[in-house]
């Protein structure tokens, strides 16, 4: 489930004030890219946020499930060409 169905999707009105700290590089490129794109910083920030918890969140196979599974159709493609026949 995507963080974003989780939270009843980007359209909360409700917001809560929070404080941190960043790298002021990053900070002032976020600044710059929410002002040259129109957009406020907080949806910027939201949305970024939103993206790393769906990336983080859902469900994936790890990577070294991936590349055993490639190994294995490398050397096995033919026997799996015949098994599914």
């Known amino acids: ?5 989780m939270s009843g999707g980007t359209m909360t009105v409700q ?11 990053l900070l002032s490129a976020v600044r710059e890219y929410a002002q040259n794109n129109g957009r ?8 970024a946020l939103s993206e790393y ?7 994936r196979p790890r990577t070294h499930v991936m590349e055993a599974l490639g190994l294995s159709i ?6 799996y060409q015949k098994l599914a026949q």
């Open 1 to 5: 489930m995507k963080y974003q169905e």
């Open 15 to 25: 917001r809560e004030k929070f404080s941190s700290q960043l790298d002021p590089d």
């Open 53 to 59: 918890l769906d990336r983080h969140l859902t469900a």
């Open 74 to 79: 490398n050397e096995f493609d033919d026997l």
């Open 40 to 47: 406020q910083f907080q949806s910027v920030l939201e949305q």
